[in-house]
């Protein structure tokens, strides 16, 4: 079966950094896309940031310069190194197993504030 873990996440205050981690399972990970996604309290889930299994990556236009996706083909992880955060990067966020077959991890939580 397919697992997925996050780990990384946590407070934070405005202007810092952070670096989530995923770990995948169960797949030949490499020959997957794999996204980050993340849902602010109260609002609709968006993808911020995705990489191809030929390591092209795309960002939300609200991340971009801020945060980086990438890959260790070796490791079967992804990783998201978010920096210079604001109040509104907080919310819970989410490992996605993207294509050709979907699969989530659990969430985790960001909190920006000071």
């Known amino acids: 079966q397919v697992h997925v873990a996050e780990s990384g996440g946590g407070l934070v205050q405005p202007g810092g950094s952070l670096k989530l981690s995923c770990v995948v399972s169960g797949i030949n990970f490499s020959t997957y896309t794999m996204a980050w996604y993340r849902q602010p309290p109260g609002k609709l889930r968006e993808q911020v940031a995705r990489i191809s299994s030929q390591s092209v990556t795309n960002y939300a236009d609200s991340v971009k310069g801020r945060f980086t996706i990438s890959r260790d083909n070796d490791k079967k992880m992804v990783f998201l190194q978010m920096n210079s955060l604001m109040p509104e990067d907080t919310g819970n966020y989410s490992c996605?197993?993207?294509?050709?077959?979907?699969?989530w991890g659990q969430g985790i939580q960001v909190i920006v504030s000071s």
């Open positions: 996605q197993v993207s294509w050709p077959y979907n699969y």
